[in-house]
Nanobody
Framework: QVQLVESGGGLVQAGGSLRLSCVAS????????MGWFRQALGKERTFVAA????????MYAASVKGRFTISRNNAENTVYLQMNSLKSEDTAVYYC???????????????WGQGTQVTVSS
């Protein structure tokens, strides 16, 4: 299986920045897509950003485009989510996920991390 471990969450003021990290281990060779999703209290899990291990192509949800940047370090098996200009609406548990391809569809990710809480104070 694939193991994913997120870190970097915390409490930040509106307008501030955080960087989340996701370290992948295990059988990652067939899981080319890495995504970040978030789930606010009482809401559904929604897409944030995704990246391809092989090609490095990225995609973003409209709500975070221009503020968040997803990147990866293949040698370290690590995916990052740099979050700038944070808003109170960004408050959620953030999850790292692995799937066969990079996609915005939450249903196509098989492996998930434990989640890390991001709280943005207004």
């Amino acid at each position: 299986q694939v193991q994913l471990v997120e870190s970097g969450g915390g409490l930040v003021q509106a307008g501030g920045s955080l960087r989340l990290s996701c370290v992948a281990s295990g059988r990652t060779f067939s899981r080319d897509g890495m995504g970040w999703f978030r789930q606010a209290l009482g809401k559904e899990r929604t897409f944030v950003a995704a990246i391809s291990w092989s090609g490095g192509g990225t995609m973003y949800a409209a709500s975070v485009k221009g503020r968040f940047t997803i990147s990866r370090n293949n040698a370290e098996n690590t995916v990052y989510l740099q979050m700038n200009s944070l808003k109170s609406e960004d408050t959620a548990v953030y999850y790292c996920a692995a799937g066969s391809v990079a996609t915005a569809d939450v249903r196509r990710y098989v492996y998930w991390g434990q989640g890390t809480q991001v709280t943005v104070s207004s």
